[in-house]
C-alpha cells in the first residue's frame, strides 16, 4: 500500500518495539478504579457490590500506558483489541424443545404463510422476523443523536455501524468510508497518517489501515464515549470525546439529531507538532437508497453571535424521507478547516489520502458537487488543523448533524414533523444551524450531563458496574427507533373533547413520543413492556411519559372491527376493541396511531396485564369479567394471555393476580383522593375478597405459586411473582395501611427466589431464571420459562432493595450486566433475554430500561434514611421502609 510516509514511520500491529507496534508482552492492563469505599458501606466482598477493576477483562490486551484526557473512572471500557470468546445465535426453531415444538406446531405453520404473504407478496418487512433474526455483531457502542431525531451508532471500534434515520427503520451496515484520519507533521513533513481504525477493507486501499488495536481503548458512559490513542512511537495521545444532547427534564435540546466530537491531543514530545485530523462520511449507506444516484455535497460556513463553522452538506433527496447530512468543524484562530467536497468511497482513495499527506490539508474547492450517477457512491471530508508545542495539548471539534424535518412511515399516508423542527424550522435547509449550535453549546450540555451523573458516580456505596448499566442502559431511549413529533392543531384526535379535553394542551406542548419494543420487535410503546421500561422517562422526561400515557388513554375509546387471523391460535377476532388498552400503538412500517395492534400472535384483547398496568375505571370495568367466580380476583384463560406470550398461564396466578390486586388497591387510593365514596367503598371489598383468594390459592409458605392449574409447572418458582408490589412500593404503596401483599411473605418469596432462581441457576453468575422448579431445575415446559429477561431481573432487582434486601438485589442483577456487556459483547443492544447456554433473543429490547425501577428504589431508601435511619437488618441487606412516591424520590438526582 503507497502511504507516501517513510517507512521508518509506517507502524503496524506486530511484535517489536513496544513503543512502534504491539508487543506479544505488554505492561500491565489499565484498569477502571472505583473510589475507596467509606467505613460506613458493605465491604466490596459482600454480595451485590464488585471490584473497582470492572474492566479488567475487557481490557486484558491493552498495552498502552496512555489513559486519555479527562476520561472518567466509572463506565464501559475496552481496549479495541479485544474479542469476545463466547459467540451465540439468534434463538430459532432449533433451539425449541421436542415438546414445545408440538405445542407451537399450529402457530409455526400459520406464521410461515403469513410471512410468506408479508415479504413475498405485500414487499413489507415482518413486525417479527423469526427466520431472518439480526445476526450476532459484538461491535456496538454510543448512538449519536437525541430523542427523536434519529440514530447513528458509532461502533466501540470507531465504526459507523447501525442507523435509524427512516423512524424505526434500522439498517445494520459498517460504512467504510466514514472514518477518522489523524495526519502528524513535524519540520514541515508528514511523519505519519494513520486511518483510525483497525479495519482493513476492500476498497480506499489507498488509505492506511489496520491501527494497532492494543495501543487503544474506548470508554463509554451514555450519553458521552471516549475513544484514546497511543500512537505508537510518536509520543502522541489522542482522546476523542462523543457527545451527545440527553440531557433530563430538557424538552429542546434532547430532541437534536447531533453528536459532536471532540478531540484532545497531548504532545509528550521535546518537539513541536503540527496535527490534523480529518473526518470522511459517505452520503447514504451505499445501498438501495443510494443507487438511483442524483446525491450532492456541497461547502457550508455560518458565523453567528461571533462563532464561525464550517464544512460539507451531504445532500440525500431520495424520497420519501429526504435529508441533509452536515459534517462540520469549529474555526478559531488557531485551527485551520479545510474540505474536500467530492471522492469516489468505492475507490483506492488516492486523490484524498494524497491530498491530506502533502500538507496536512484539503483542497478545499468552492462549489457544489456534480449530481452522482446511478450506481456511483459520493463521500466528503472535512480536515481541522492545529498546531502544538513540545509537550502542549491542542483541541480540535467536530459536529455530525442530519436534517430529516418531514417524515412519513411506512404507509406513506401521513406526514409528521419531527420535535426539534419547533427550535430549527420545517423546511430541510437547518443542518448547518444544528451544526453551529451543536458546537457553540456542547459545553452547556457536558455541564448538564456531569451535574445529573455525579450524583450516582460519586456515590461509594454504589457499585461500579451499577453506575455503568444504570447510564449506558439508557441508549435505547434513543436508539429504540425512537419518534418524538409535533402534533399540530389539525391534526389532533377528535377524541380530544369532552371529559378528554384536557390532554390536548399537553400533547400540543409536548408532542407524540413512540419508541420501539426492540430493534426486533418493531411495535410502537408495546404497553405490557413498557410497564418495566417507564421508570426511566418518569424519572428523567415525565412530560414524554405523560404523552405516552395520554396516547394510550385516546387509543382505548378507539376500536378496529378489521377481523384478523391470529397466528398462536388460529382464531379470527377484531383487531382493537373498545375500552381495552392496545397492546402497541403500531408498526413503523405501516402507520402508527392510526392502525393500533401491530402484534398478531395473540388476540391481547383478553390478556390479563394490559388494562392492569394502565389503572383506568373505564378498563378496570373490563378487566372484571376475567373474574368469573366473584372471589375478587382475577383468572388467567389457559393461554400465554400477558407479557409472557410464550407461557401458558391458567386460572388464579401470582404474576396477573398480583397486578391485579395492585391495580384494585390504586383504584381505592384514587377513589378516596376524588372522593368517590361509592367507587372507594366497591373496590376496597373487591380488594379484600381478592386479597383472602390470593393467599389461599397461590401462597404455599415459601412463594407464590405460578399458577392455580392441574400441571406440574403450576408450583415453579416464577422471578416476576412480586410485580405488584414492585409497583405498589414505587408508587409510595404497599405497606402499612395501603399493604396489600404481607410484607413477611413478600420477603419470603424474595429470598426464595434469590435462593432457586438466581443462586441456583448458572453459578448465581447469569442474573434470574424466569422460572426455576422446587426441586432446584429450570422450568422447561415453555419457550419462555427457561429465559433470563434482562428487564425483569432488573425490577426484580429494584423489588429486592424496596424490601431490605439490597445486597441480593445487586448480585441478581450484576449477574445480567456481566452476562450481556462483559461476557457475550452485547454493548448497546441488550437483548430480551437469553437462557444459560447458546442463545439470546431480540437484540436492543426496551424492557431493560427497568434498571431506572433500582435507582428510584436507592432513592426512596436514601430519603428513608435521612428521615428514620435504618431500621433493622433482613438478609445479606440493609432493610430500610422508604415511604416515598417517585415523586419525592425524582427530587434527586435531576430536579424538573
Known amino acids: 500500500m503507497g502511504t507516501g510516509v517513510p517507512a521508518s514511520e509506517q507502524t503496524s500491529c506486530a511484535k517489536g518495539d513496544p513503543q512502534a507496534s504491539c508487543p506479544e508482552n505488554g505492561t500491565e492492563a489499565v484498569q477502571v478504579t472505583d473510589c475507596p469505599i467509606p467505613e460506613d458501606s458493605p465491604p466490596q466482598h459482600e454480595q451485590g457490590y464488585s471490584s473497582a477493576e470492572d474492566s479488567g477483562q475487557l481490557m486484558a490486551s491493552y498495552e498502552g500506558k496512555a489513559k486519555g484526557y479527562q476520561v472518567p473512572p466509572f463506565g464501559w471500557r475496552i481496549c479495541l483489541a479485544h474479542e469476545f470468546a463466547e459467540k451465540r445465535k439468534p434463538f430459532n426453531a432449533n433451539d425449541i424443545s421436542l415438546s414445545n415444538l408440538i405445542k407451537h406446531l399450529g402457530m409455526g405453520l400459520r406464521y410461515l404463510q403469513w410471512w410468506y404473504r408479508k415479504t413475498q407478496v405485500e414487499k413489507k418487512k415482518p413486525f417479527i422476523d423469526l427466520i431472518n433474526s439480526v445476526p450476532l455483531r459484538q461491535i456496538y457502542g454510543c448512538p449519536l443523536g437525541g430523542i427523536g431525531g434519529g440514530t447513528i451508532t458509532r461502533g466501540w471500534r470507531g465504526q459507523f455501524c447501525r442507523w435509524q434515520l427512516n423512524p424505526g427503520m434500522y439498517q445494520h451496515q459498517t460504512v467504510i468510508a466514514n472514518q477518522f484520519t489523524v495526519c502528524l507533521r513535524r519540520r514541515g513533513q508528514t511523519v505519519y497518517q494513520q486511518v483510525l481504525s483497525v479495519e482493513r477493507p476492500s476498497v480506499l486501499r489507498s488509505w492506511n489501515w489496520g491501527l494497532c488495536g492494543y495501543f487503544a481503548f474506548y470508554h463509554a458512559l451514555y450519553p458521552r464515549a471516549w475513544t484514546v490513542y497511543q500512537l505508537p512511537g510518536q509520543n502522541v495521545t489522542l482522546t476523542c470525546r462523543q457527545i451527545t444532547p440527553i ?51 456541497e461547502p457550508f460556513c455560518l458565523e453567528h453571535d461571533g462563532e464561525t463553522v464550517q464544512g460539507l452538506l451531504l445532500h440525500h433527496p431520495t424520497p420519501p424521507n429526504p435529508y441533509t447530512m452536515a459534517v462540520a468543524a469549529r474555526l478559531s484562530a488557531d485551527r485551520t478547516v479545510t474540505h474536500l467536497t467530492a471522492f469516489d468511497p468505492d475507490s483506492a482513495g488516492q486523490q484524498v489520502w494524497q491530498d491530506l499527506l502533502l500538507d496536512g490539508q484539503l483542497d478545499s474547492l468552492a462549489g457544489k458537487s456534480l449530481p452522482s450517477q446511478k450506481g456511483v457512491g459520493i463521500a466528503g471530508a472535512v480536515c481541522v488543523s492545529g498546531k502544538l508545542p513540545p509537550r502542549g495539548r491542542h483541541r480540535l471539534e467536530f459536529s455530525l448533524a442530519w436534517d430529516m424535518p418531514r417524515i412519513m412511515f411506512g404507509a406513506k399516508g401521513q406526514v409528521y414533523y419531527r420535535r426539534y423542527t419547533r427550535f430549527f424550522g420545517p423546511d430541510g435547509d437547518a443542518a448547518p444551524a444544528l451544526s453551529h449550535y451543536a458546537l457553540r453549546h456542547y459545553a452547556d450540555w457536558e455541564e448538564k450531563i456531569s451535574a445529573w451523573q455525579s450524583p450516582v458516580l460519586e456515590d461509594r456505596s454504589l457499585p461500579a458496574w451499577y453506575k455503568s448499566a444504570l447510564f449506558n442502559e439508557l441508549y435505547f431511549l434513543a436508539d429504540g427507533g425512537t419518534v418524538w413529533l409535533e402534533v399540530p392543531e389539525d391534526s389532533l384526535p377528535e377524541e380530544l373533547v369532552g371529559s378528554m379535553g384536557q390532554l390536548r394542551p399537553l400533547l400540543q406542548e409536548y408532542g407524540r413520543f413512540a419508541y420501539l419494543e426492540g430493534q426486533e420487535y418493531r411495535m410502537y410503546n408495546t404497553y405490557d413492556v413498557h410497564f418495566y421500561a417507564s421508570f426511566a422517562l418518569i424519572m428523567l422526561w415525565p412530560k414524554l411519559e405523560l404523552s405516552l400515557q395520554y396516547d394510550m388513554a385516546l387509543a382505548t375509546l378507539r376500536e378496529d372491527l378489521t377481523q384478523r387471523r391470529f397466528l398462536m391460535s388460529g382464531v379470527t377476532a377484531p383487531v382493537k376493541r373498545r375500552n381495552v388498552i392496545p397492546h402497541d400503538v403500531g408498526d413503523p412500517d405501516d402507520e402508527p396511531w392510526l392502525r393500533v395492534n401491530a402484534y398478531e400472535i395473540h388476540d391481547t384483547g383478553d390478556w390479563k396485564d394490559l388494562n392492569l398496568k394502565f389503572v383506568l375505571q373505564a378498563v378496570m370495568e373490563s378487566e372484571m369479567k376475567f373474574d368469573k367466580d366473584h372471589d375478587g380476583l382475577i383468572e388467567n384463560g389457559g393461554y400465554a394471555d400477558q407479557t409472557y406470550d410464550g407461557w401458558v398461564t391458567t386460572g388464579p396466578s401470582a404474576y396477573c393476580g398480583g397486578l391485579w390486586l395492585a391495580a384494585v388497591a390504586v383504584m381505592v387510593q384514587m377513589a378516596a383522593l376524588c372522593g368517590a365514596q361509592e367507587a372507594q367503598n366497591k ?23 405460578y399458577d392455580c392449574s392441574s400441571q406440574p409447572q403450576s408450583c415453579s418458582i416464577m422471578s416476576d411473582q412480586c410485580a405488584g408490589q414492585w409497583f405498589l412500593r414505587a408508587s409510595g404503596l404497599g405497606e402499612g395501611d395501603s399493604e396489600v401483599f404481607p ?82 459483547g452485547l454493548a448497546f443492544q441488550t437483548p430480551e433475554a437469553y437462557c444459560q447456554r447458546r442463545v439470546f433473543r431480540s437484540l436492543a429490547y426496551m424492557r431493560p430500561l427497568s434498571i431506572w425501577a433500582m435507582q428510584l428504589a436507592l432513592q426512596q431508601q436514601q430519603q428513608h434514611k435521612k428521615a428514620s435511619g435504618p431500621i433493622s437488618k433482613r438478609g445479606t441487606g440493609l432493610c430500610t421502609r422508604p415511604k416515598h412516591g417517585p415523586k419525592e424520590a425524582m427530587a434527586n438526582p435531576s430536579p424538573e
Not at 793 to 804: D, F, K, P, R, S
Not at 808 to 821: D, I, K, L, N, P
Open 743 to 824: 410484607t413477611q411473605q413478600v420477603v419470603r418469596a424474595l429470598q426464595t427466589i434469590f435462593e432457586f432462581n438466581v443462586q441456583a441457576f448458572a453459578g448465581g453468575a447469569m442474573g434470574a431464571v424466569n422460572g426455576m422448579q422446587p426441586c432446584g431445575v429450570p422450568d422447561t415446559s415453555s419457550v419462555q420459562s427457561d429465559e433470563v429477561w434482562v428487564g425483569v431481573v432488573y425490577g426484580l432487582a429494584a423489588t429486592m432493595i424496596q424490601e431490605g434486601l439490597t445486597c441480593e438485589g445487586f448480585r441478581t442483577a450484576e449477574g445480567c450486566y456481566r452476562t450481556v456487556w462483559e461476557r457475550l
Open 683 to 705: 373496590f376496597s371489598s373487591i380488594l379484600s375478597r381478592g386479597q383472602e383468594a390470593y393467599d389461599r390459592l397461590l401462597w404455599n409458605g415459601r412463594y407464590y405459586n
Open 247 to 297: 440531557l433530563p427534564h430538557d424538552y429542546q435540546d434532547s430532541s437534536l439529531p447531533v453528536g459532536v466530537f471532540v478531540w484532545d491531543v497531548e504532545n509528550e514530545g521535546d518537539e513541536a507538532l503540527e496535527v490534523s485530523i480529518m473526518f470522511s462520511m459517505r452520503n447514504g449507506l451505499g445501498g438501495e437508497d443510494d443507487a438511483p444516484g442524483g446525491l450532492w455535497n
